[in-house]
Nanobody
Framework: QVQLVESGGGLVQPGGSLRLSCAVR????????MGWFRQAPGKEREFVAV????????RYADSVKGRFTISRDNAENTVYLQMNSLKPEDTAIYYC??????????????????WGQGTQVTVSS
């Protein structure tokens, strides 16, 4: 059984910051890549960021590079997404996901086998 629980979403003004957390219930958490995706109304779910199991390697979508930072605390089985300089176009439901299939830094939705419930992020004045 794998369970992911997200928190930290909310309403923030443009230029503001939010920190999302995803607590993961799983064995050998450090073996698995963790990703963040987002989905806005009427749009496809899109890749945001991924971090390898060890935390040594990260990848970001071009749209968030330089503004968002993914990190993980393997001792706490938690992955984070620090979001700075938020823009209205960042508004979406944000999902964390886990890859138990051996991918180092997967960036496609089908490469993840477990997903959280999502947390709403709204960037608006």
């Amino acid at each position: 059984q794998v369970q992911l629980v997200e928190s930290g979403g909310g309403l923030v003004q443009p230029g503001g910051s939010l920190r999302l957390s995803c607590a993961v219930r799983i064995r050998t958490f450090s073996n698995y890549a963790m990703g963040w995706f987002r989905q806005a109304p009427g749009k496809e779910r899109e890749f945001v960021a991924v971090i390898s199991g060890s935390g040594e390697t990260t990848r970001y979508a071009d749209s968030v590079k330089g503004r968002f930072t993914i990190s993980r605390d393997n001792a706490e089985n938690t992955v984070y997404l620090q979001m700075n300089s938020l823009k209205p176009e960042d508004t979406a439901i944000y999902y964390c996901a886990c890859n138990t299939l051996g991918f180092l830094t997967p960036m496609l939705t089908h490469e993840y086998d477990f997903w959280g419930q999502g947390t709403q992020v709204t960037v608006s004045s």
